[in-house]
């Protein structure tokens, strides 16, 4: 019986210095996380910050401190001790201040110089660093005044967004009532964010000469066009592909009516927008989810010979553009906008607008959507298109050639920085 208790003491003892070890070790990981350490090293105090998976290095301390017309350089390491993309920013924090700022690695090549005012702007804005990578840099800040200055450096692990895509475009925007009729009136105003339904829910559309709609994804530049209401968020291309090219071939299979040429699934152009998507955004495919796009397929007036779809209704007649749709869906990764999403951007038909955020100056001509406009008795189909001068133009046949302005969604849980403005887009970090 001495035994078994004496074993039983040093299994308790054992049992609690195991504790005591594990609780020793999760208290200095939450002691050393995003926590500031300060060295000296030559008699300057370097800055050492854990902001989640980045180590952030201030060499020369994190705070700038210039008297007069003085010139000071300040190195800052960044670290990333993950395996994964780490997206981080740069910036003087609580800064106001007339400097020159020029931004070298460590081998000397020049990454950025700001020779205006800086305020709260970023002097390096959402780079990425990738896993286990470290990135050093020299900071040369001169004061342009004779006045005295003090400021700190910062480096942000922007990776940690907490906001989804979603989320954040309705927190930089206020939900409101169109200024003009939608479909009957071109918006040259900033008309912000309206509400509506598709048919998965509430969706809210950009109208007007929207600002804040900016998105970068590696080197293309798009415009939000609309959250859908999965919350997933539509963007368009904001220019065109090089080359124009067909929607379709003119040509039925045996059995099919002439409506199917109309149709975005099967027709020739999806093989371009693949082939698109491949080439430039494959890197991005886990952000970027299927969306739908709906091509109407029920021709409901008939004049001299030619049927007219219900689109054509929707938009040339009625003027009452709809995101809900009656037709036919193609699901995939990368689309062509719909008349009615044109029409609600604040295009009309048969009127240009250069005042909304869908014109281009640099758009060279049309470009097609994805919405039907008309079929005959000799199985010609066309379809609707957008003119050079932002409006919404009279059919084209699907076998004619027009430019491509490639649309895609992106997913619903994925995270983003920046204001949406053009100096500022928003950028996907997780």
Do not use: H
């Amino acid at each position: 019986m001495a035994k078994l208790f004496e074993s039983d003491n040093k299994y308790s003892l054992v049992l609690l210095f195991i504790t005591m070890v594990f609780l020793l070790l999760v208290g200095l990981a939450i002691l050393f996380s995003n926590v500031k350490f300060e060295e000296k090293v030559d008699g300057t105090i370097a800055t050492i910050i854990n902001e989640g998976d980045l180590i952030i290095n201030y060499v020369d301390g994190d705070e700038v401190e210039l008297n007069g017309n003085k010139e000071q350089t300040y190195s800052i390491t960044i670290t990333n001790i993950s395996t994964n993309k780490i997206y981080y920013s740069v910036f003087f924090e609580s800064a106001n201040m007339d400097v020159s700022v020029k931004i070298k690695d460590y081998d000397g090549n020049e990454i950025n110089e700001i020779s205006e005012e800086i305020t709260s702007d970023k002097l390096i804005n959402l780079n990425n660093i990738e896993g286990e990578q470290t990135l050093r840099y020299k900071i040369t800040v001169e004061n342009k005044s004779k006045n005295k200055f003090k400021g700190r450096l910062k480096v942000t692990n922007d990776s940690l967004a907490n906001d989804t895509f979603s989320d954040l475009i309705l927190l930089n925007n206020n939900v409101s009532v169109p200024e003009t009729k939608v479909g009957e009136y071109i918006a040259t105003n900033d008309e912000g964010l309206i509400s509506t339904n598709d048919n998965k829910g509430t969706s809210y559309y950009f109208r007007g000469n929207v600002k804040n709609n900016y998105v970068k994804i590696g080197d293309n530049l798009f415009r939000i066009v609309r959250i859908n209401g999965d919350s997933s968020v539509r963007l368009v291309l904001n220019d065109v592909l090089e080359n124009e090219y067909q929607y379709n071939t003119n040509e039925v299979l045996e059995g099919q009516e002439s409506y199917y040429l109309t149709l975005l699934e099967g027709a020739s152009i999806l093989n371009v927008l693949n082939t698109w998507f491949e080439d430039t955004l494959k890197e991005y495919d886990s952000f970027i989810t299927n969306g739908d796009y709906c091509t109407d397929d029920s021709f409901i007036n008939e004049i001299n010979g030619i049927k007219y779809s219900s689109t054509y209704n929707r938009v040339r007649s009625l003027k009452e553009p709809d995101l809900r749709c009656n037709g036919k869906i193609y699901t995939g990764k990368v689309g062509l906008l719909s008349a009615d999403e044109v029409l609600m951007a604040g295009g009309i038909a048969n009127s240009g607008n250069s005042e909304y955020y869908l014109y281009n100056e640099n758009i060279p001509g049309s470009y097609m959507t994805n919405s039907s406009y008309s079929i005959n008795i000799d199985t010609a189909a066309s379809i609707f298109v957008v003119n050079k001068d932002g409006a919404i133009s009279d059919g084209i046949l699907v076998s004619a050639k027009a430019y491509i302005r490639p649309v895609i969604n992106i997913n619903v849980d994925a995270k983003v920085k920046g204001s949406g403005t053009i100096k500022d887009p928003y950028v996907i970090v997780s």
